[in-house]
T-cell receptor, first 113, second 112 residues
């Protein structure tokens, strides 16, 4: 069974540009989570999608946005990139329902120069 | 506010030297506590889920336990390949509509 896949693996953007990151969940998982992991920091919750809807949002500015498609894949968009947006962006998928484990992809390393 | 605190931040062990990592949490109704392993530059790898105080789970040299306020990850006779950052996360709340909250992790180095 395929795990969570993320693309691209690495992304280099210039300050002020937009970045689009993609995530395909494990088959049968309807929930997709996005986390930001900056160097030396823990995983910070960004966004949670389930059944095509945004269910919860972390403490990030509106320029971080996303969506979930009918096939449950998801996209994270970051507008007006800032240097401090450089981080490892992780996607996780999970079956709906509390207590079930989330499985992570390998992440997208975003570098803003 | 739900909080997860892991200690120590870093731990250096000799191969075969057993030890424990701690995860303390304050949540409004625990629905699950999760342990992950993360290698540098990679995504976290799921290890265990614990649901209620007194529960224990084992996998190879790792054993996770849970009380009402904390969880421990015991590492028995570690090997260099156990070197990684170990993350603890909780899901809280009365419904399933909450994300996982992570601690900052414990960076484990096992020296041969």
């Amino acid at each position: 069974e395929a795990g969570v896949t993320q693309s691209p693996t690495h992304l280099i953007k210039t300050r002020g540009q937009q970045a689009t990151l993609r995530c395909s969940p494990i088959s049968g998982h309807t929930s997709v989570y996005w986390y930001q992991q900056a160097l030396g920091l823990g995983l910070q919750f960004l966004l949670w999608y389930d059944e095509g809807e945004e269910r919860n949002r972390g403490n990030f500015p509106p320029r971080f946005s996303g969506r979930q498609f009918p096939n449950y894949s998801s996209e994270l968009n970051v507008n007006a990139l800032e240097l401090e947006d450089s981080a490892l962006y992780l996607c996780a998928s999970r079956r709906w329902g509390g207590g079930n484990e989330a499985f992570f992809g390998q992440g997208t390393r975003l570098t803003v120069v | 506010e739900d909080q997860v605190t892991q200690s120590p931040e870093a731990l250096r062990l000799q191969e075969g030297e057993s030890s424990s990592l701690n995860c303390s949490y304050t949540v409004s109704g625990l629905r699950g506590l999760f342990w992950y392993r993360q290698d540098p530059g990679k995504g976290p790898e799921f290890l265990f889920t614990l649901y209620s105080a007194g529960e224990e789970k084992e996998k190879e040299r790792l054993k996770a336990t849970l009380t009402k306020k904390e969880s421990f990850l015991h590492i028995t006779a570690p090997k260099p390949e156990d070197s990684a950052t170990y993350l603890c996360a909780v899901q809280a709340g009365s419904s399933g509509n909450t994300p996982l909250v992570f601690g900052k992790g414990t960076r484990l180095s096992v020296i041969a």
